[in-house]
């Protein structure tokens, strides 16, 4: 939250500059008077630092008192329902939210103010001297419309303004069924987001808004294409990241290759800074346009789709990262129960279930600490159990296709996803030949295994085939073979690997396998 309301304070200096330059030739095309000024971008950088002291003060006192000075000026109390000590601690977390917003309020407040000062001053066709001492004036007796207009560029800023007709009605009604709250938490914020990152990004002008205000003359259309062109070419000036694979959109659909993904230590949506991986899906609203150039440029490399499919592609991995956000996480998880309940019915009502538990979020994030393994719990309470330190180690782990629990590699105190970068020789390999090594299947010779022994034959079969997978891509005969050759090597090798392990588990009596091969 407040690494996203500081980028875009620091973007509003940007944007202002922007729509200057956009408004000078679109100004003299629709033979109107400019209303977009370049002084208003030093008078924005200016007003931000008068507003940080301000800030400190504002923020302190949410802090002392647990309210915003905004609120109290407006008469806008919330009653709590917890009071005292427990109270404060209870709403502890979102007090420093409220804190940090009343701080970031104060600063762009300022330097909207400032920058509409100017822009006013600046209208009326003042300059040097004059401009100055009319911008004095403004400061001292700002009006109520530049009040107004700053405070809400301000709640703009922050993803505070009134979201629209749809989005009220969506609040209206989750209000009147307070269970609904489970599944929409968080309305206003969201759909402030997303309207803040597509406005900065390629799919903008496709907005009606900017049309319109095109065909009526309104200045506004110089603040829109700016944002448009400024989003866009951060971008555009990505995308040679993207394309050498150092910055990700979503993950691969296929079991395999996305089992060999998160091996290398990648993580979905993010981006390769050193030798670590930094998710970017939460950096809202700058993923927008982010997702969407890594989206696209995915969908054109991929080779075995169609025109159609390839949309198709890049329409579902944008999708999945707006609905995979956590504040539209439980709309997600509800929609999958609904269209495929036999697949996600049952996890959906027991992770419903589990999040019952006091203080939730708290045990999980200590449950990930001391067992940095991810885990597939089946059932209710496993589910629990899975987010509880020290019963977290009673459920099944997840297993790779090379035999390894699958380790928990970023901090789970950190809001943002970090990994370490790492592609093994053999990981590396299996790239540029586009194979992938898949996982074992849930029966032997025809006779189905239970998922203990799933998962041994697997964690067995994975490690070989590893080992083998070593020897082969470093021997004499592999590196002078062809790539044609290599792949049927590599899938000899996987073959062999688990044929051993089969023969092993026949020769222990260890499952009850009949000679023969495995379906």
């Not at 589990?354 to 600490?369: I, K």
């Amino acid at each position: 939250n407040a690494l996203s309301n500081t980028l875009n304070a620091f973007l509003s200096p940007v944007e202002r500059l922007g729509a200057a330059v956009v408004e000078r030739p679109l100004a003299a095309l629709q033979r109107r008077a400019p209303t977009r000024f370049f002084e208003e971008v030093p008078a924005d950088v200016f007003g931000a630092f008068e507003g940080i002291k301000e800030g400190m003060v504002a923020g302190l006192s949410v802090l002392r008192y647990g309210i915003n000075p905004i609120q109290a000026s407006k008469w806008e109390f919330r009653r709590t329902a917890f009071r005292g000590t427990l109270g404060r601690v209870i709403r502890g977390p979102g007090t420093m939210l409220e804190a940090a917003d009343a701080f970031m309020f104060a600063i762009n407040y300022r330097a909207a103010l400032n920058s509409l000062m100017v822009r006013q001053a600046r209208s009326e066709g003042l300059r040097g001297a004059q401009l100055v001492e009319r911008f004095a004036e403004l400061k001292t007796h700002p009006s109520e419309a530049l009040i107004r207009a700053a405070s809400d560029a301000a709640e703009y800023r922050l993803f505070r303004q009134d979201p629209g007709t749809l989005a009220n009605l969506l609040m209206e009604g989750r209000d009147k069924y307070p269970p609904a709250r489970f599944v929409i938490p968080f309305v206003r914020t969201p759909v402030n987001l997303v309207k803040f990152g597509l406005a900065r990004s390629p799919v903008g002008v496709m907005n009606p808004s900017l049309w319109r205000n095109l065909a009526i003359k309104n200045p506004e259309a110089s603040d829109q294409i700016a944002r448009i062109f400024i989003g866009s070419s951060m971008a555009a000036g990505i995308a040679a990241f993207i394309a050498e694979g150092r910055i990700t959109g979503a993950a691969p659909t296929r079991k395999a290759e996305r089992d060999r993904f998160y091996r290398e230590g990648k993580l979905p949506f993010a981006v390769q800074v050193g030798n670590r991986w930094v998710q970017y899906q939460r950096l809202e609203p700058f993923n927008q346009p982010l997702a969407q150039v890594a989206v696209a440029l995915e969908a054109l490399r991929t080779k075995d789709k169609s025109a159609d499919e390839k949309v198709q592609q890049a329409v579902f991995n944008l999708s999945q990262n707006l609905v995979s956000q956590t504040y539209l996480r439980g709309i997600s998880d509800l929609l999958n129960a609904v269209t495929q309940p036999e697949r996600y019915g049952t996890s959906y009502l027991t992770r419903l279930a589990s999040g019952l538990l006091p203080a939730g979020a708290l045990l999980r994030t200590g449950a990930q600490t001391v067992d940095p393994t991810f885990r597939r719990p089946t059932n209710l309470s496993e589910q629990i159990q899975a987010n509880i330190p020290g019963l977290s180690q009673n459920v099944p782990p997840v297993i790779t296709a090379f035999g390894q629990e699958a380790p928990r590699e970023s901090p789970a105190v950190s809001p943002i996803q970090v990994t370490p970068a790492h592609q093994s020789e053999v990981d590396a390999e299996l790239q540029r030949l586009g194979v992938e090594v898949g996982f074992v299947g849930k029966s032997i010779a025809g006779i189905p295994l239970t998922p203990e022994q799933q998962r041994e034959y697997q964690r067995r079969a994975g490690q070989l085939t590893q080992d083998a997978l070593i020897r082969l891509v470093r021997s004499a005969s592999y590196r002078v073979a062809s790539d044609a050759r290599k792949e049927k090597m590599i899938e000899k090798a996987v073959n062999d690997a688990r044929e051993a392990v089969r023969e092993t588990f026949r020769r222990l009596r260890a499952f009850p396998i009949p000679a023969g091969g495995v379906r």
